[in-house]
């Protein structure tokens, strides 16, 4: 069946440092990538997505590329801070489905 | 602000119990769904809901049923609670639209313990 593989499991870096995470997906059809963060005790939120007619998206610190070729997409967090410690989420979504096929997550801990 | 809730932060409860998890939706979406979140598995979709009574499976339906009364309400039902059903369980809902994806908005979770 469908999955959505994520690396690292575990990602520690320190203040002011850039972090990389990446998923590789398998079902060709998949048209949306989100990204969801998740802090202590919360839900996760979303934090920034991608649609498959774009190679890359910006927002303030944090940005997203995708290759359709490779079946990959990944987030970059610059300039990290304390507060982006969190448990991050990768997700890829077919169009026409509500099923969501989220990465096994990525623990970040920025450290001061 | 939106707000998906749940009802409960913590539960326990014993193994062979009927359990029911409520959670509610203030957006006025059709979408609801039931995830359950393990370390190292990430969040595997139970059940979800696209419309008043409205139900599909997903990917781990065995020892769950839902409820979807009305459209701000959806319940996750284990029937009879067992100790591998111990987990955090995660609400989400959005809002219906076809072909592009869209976002999830979830509630705080359930950290569920069967003993």
């Known amino acids: 069946g469908e999955n959505v593989e994520q690396h690292p499991s575990t990602l520690s870096v320190q203040e002011g440092d850039s972090a990389v995470i990446k998923c590789t997906y398998s079902?060709?059809?998949?048209?949306?990538f989100p990204w969801y963060k998740q802090e202590l005790g919360k839900g996760p939120q979303l934090i920034i997505d991608i649609r498959s007619n774009v190679g890359e998206k910006k927002d303030q610190r944090i940005a997203v590329t995708l290759n359709k070729t490779a079946k990959h997409f990944s987030l970059h967090i610059t300039e990290t801070q304390p507060e982006d410690s969190a448990v991050y989420f990768c997700a890829a979504i077919t169009s026409g489905t509500y099923k969501y096929i989220f990465g096994t997550g990525t623990r970040l801990k920025v450290l001061a | 602000d939106v707000k998906v809730t749940q009802s409960s932060r913590y539960l326990v409860k014993r193994t062979g119990e009927k359990v029911f998890l409520e959670c509610v939706q203030d957006?006025?979406?059709?979408?609801m769904f039931w995830y359950r979140q393990d370390p190292g598995l990430g969040l595997r979709l139970i059940y979800f809901s696209y419309d008043v009574k409205m139900k599909e499976k997903g990917d781990i339906p065995e020892g769950y049923s839902v409820s979807r009364e009305k459209k701000e309400r959806f319940s996750l039902i284990l029937e009879s609670a067992s100790t591998n059903q111990t987990s955090m369980y995660l609400c989400?809902?959005?809002?219906?639209?076809?072909?592009?994806?869209?976002?999830?908005?979830f509630g705080s979770g359930t950290q569920l313990s069967v003993l």
């Open positions: 079902d060709s059809a998949s048209n949306y």
């Open positions: 957006m006025d979406h059709e979408n």
């Open positions: 989400a809902s959005s809002l219906p639209r076809q072909g592009v994806g869209e976002k999830l908005f």
